[in-house]
């Protein structure tokens, strides 16, 4: 195969974290990233023998190479993937999925057996839970009590103390395995902010360092997203000919921008979508279109979400694809579609509101509204999106199916539906806690939780947010640190 990117700097084999059960620990690799982008690595080596593939599924190889990727997605770190196996096609799997990911190197290792056999495993979940001996990590958990490698008479505790973890013979061992991981959790937090950093200093110079990317005719422009691709970034907004702002109505037309990330030059400017515009498979109606979205789905295509508004009927949210070596748009657009308990439907306020009423809400029903409004994010391999219905006041957890074109509604967060929550962000927590933040245009930000996804705490303000306004707040994750952003009425107090 061959490689996307050349390999030099310092190259790290990561260990592979478990929890407690042998599962997965897949919110450890964002940490894991982190420290190593903190420390100056260049790479990172997985499923490698440090990282323990004698001990993974085929499954659990291809799940955590998905996560790396995740992760290291829009940082420098680059990902090395050891696809080797001692059976072939599980080999050719794993290199298959390494080339689409965009691996930098994908090493094979030999066939690897013990003097028994069988393939060696190491100390999966050492030291909370005794090593499972020639075993799966089931036969383990369903033997609790059974003390490891009962076979070599020298390295069994007493029988009184058969379920506590091995720690005489084997405390070496565990150590040399586990200190880094120890050391990653234990280390003293940086701090976030250099000394003496003052914020309106900074946002000074990000303001300075602004670039225009709309057409020299645009008089406002709203609502942007983007994504970096390569050496560009792919940006698309809500724009308007006539006023500043967004209230120009159906003369408001959605774009996209490509911009050089090296020179900060805009290259293009693509038309995405306006008002009774005719495309090769049905001409939109008389209405803005706004609240543009956009998402990499294959190597060299984007994919634009917009909400048509007509005055008279009901919102509709299309999509485009973009292709990036002709820079062109398709001819056609096609209607994004929105799963709910009741079924699968066009991508309508109606539905969305139903559902939302079948959860207990009691907010009456617009025609108009709906947008997928947050950044798409991605975790154990699924993304993931909040809807929202901003005149319907109106919230709601989703996940992007496959295809690229069906939002399932996974839970509704409107309470308490006595305020006026309207706009949201979310994310996930690292213990796997999913938390929002909600504008309120009856007061200040509010913040919910979930530990499913599904069921959500009632809506509550937070000390840290004292003084916020109704605008759309940002809640994400870079390098292993959140950023939540929102509009306060009030500057916080410089630290001196």
């Not at 290792?109 to 979940?125: K, N, Q």
């Not at 979205?293 to 694809?321: G, K, M, N």
């Not at 927590?429 to 069921?455: C, E």
């Amino acid at each position: 195969m061959k490689p996307i990117h050349s390999l030099t700097g310092l190259v790290a084999a990561t260990h592979t974290p478990f929890k407690s059960d042998g599962s997965l620990n897949l919110a450890v690799v964002e940490t894991q990233a982190a420290r190593l982008l903190a420390a100056g690595v260049s790479a990172a080596f997985i499923n490698g023998t440090t990282g323990e593939c004698l001990s993974l599924s085929l499954e659990e190889r291809r799940t955590l190479a998905q996560r790396w990727f995740e992760v290291a997605r829009g940082t420098d770190l680059k990902i090395s993937v050891h696809v080797g196996s001692n059976c072939l096609p599980d080999a050719r799997a794993l290199a298959t999925q390494a080339e689409q990911l965009g691996a930098t190197r994908s090493p094979r290792l030999p066939r690897a057996t013990s003097s028994r056999g069988t393939s060696t495993r190491s100390l999966r979940g050492a030291p909370t839970s005794p090593p499972p001996r020639r075993s799966t990590r089931c036969d383990a958990a369903a033997n609790p009590g059974q003390p490891p490698f009962p076979d070599v008479k020298d390295m069994t505790q007493p029988k009184s103390e058969t379920t506590r973890p091995v720690k005489r013979t084997l405390t070496l061992l565990a150590t040399l395995l586990l200190a880094p991981l120890a050391a990653l959790h234990a280390a003293d937090k940086p701090s976030l902010l250099p000394a003496n950093w003052d914020p309106a200093q900074s946002g000074n110079r990000v303001m300075e360092g602004l670039v225009r990317i709309t057409a020299p005719h645009v008089k406002g422009a709203h609502d942007a997203q983007f994504v970096c691709v390569g050496k560009h970034a792919y940006i698309v907004s809500t724009d308007n000919d006539v006023q500043p702002g967004h209230s120009a109505g159906e003369r408001e037309y959605c774009v996209l921008s490509a911009v050089n990330l090296r020179t900060l030059t805009v290259e293009q400017i693509v038309p995405l979508a306006k008002s009774e515009q005719a495309f090769a498979n049905v001409t939109l109606p008389k209405g803005m279109c706004f609240v543009p979205r956009i998402l990499h789905i294959a190597e060299d295509t984007l994919r634009c979400y917009f909400a048509s508004q007509p005055s008279d009927q009901e919102a509709v949210t299309w999509f485009r694809d973009f292709d990036m070596r002709t820079r062109q748009f398709e001819p056609s657009i096609h209607k994004a579609k929105l799963k709910t308990a009741a079924g699968t439907f066009d991508m309508e306020p109606r539905h969305f509101h139903a559902d939302a009423v079948a959860q207990g809400f009691t907010k009456p029903p617009v025609n108009q509204g709906l947008y997928i409004f947050d950044s798409f994010k991605e975790f154990d391999g699924r993304r993931y999106v909040a809807l929202n219905n901003f005149p319907g006041k109106q919230n709601a957890l989703a996940v992007l199916h496959d295809d690229f074109a069906t939002f399932e509604v996974i839970g509704h967060y409107n309470e308490p539906q006595s305020q006026q929550l309207s706009e949201s962000a979310v994310n996930r927590l690292p213990d796997g806690t999913w938390m929002a933040i909600v504008r309120n245009d009856a007061g200040n930000y509010h913040f919910t939780t979930s530990q499913d996804g599904k069921t959500w705490s009632i809506a509550e303000p937070k000390p840290f947010v004292p003084n916020g306004l109704n605008s759309k707040p940002t809640f994400d994750k870079f390098g292993g640190v959140y950023y939540l952003g929102w509009q306060s009425c009030k500057l916080p107090p410089v630290a001196k």
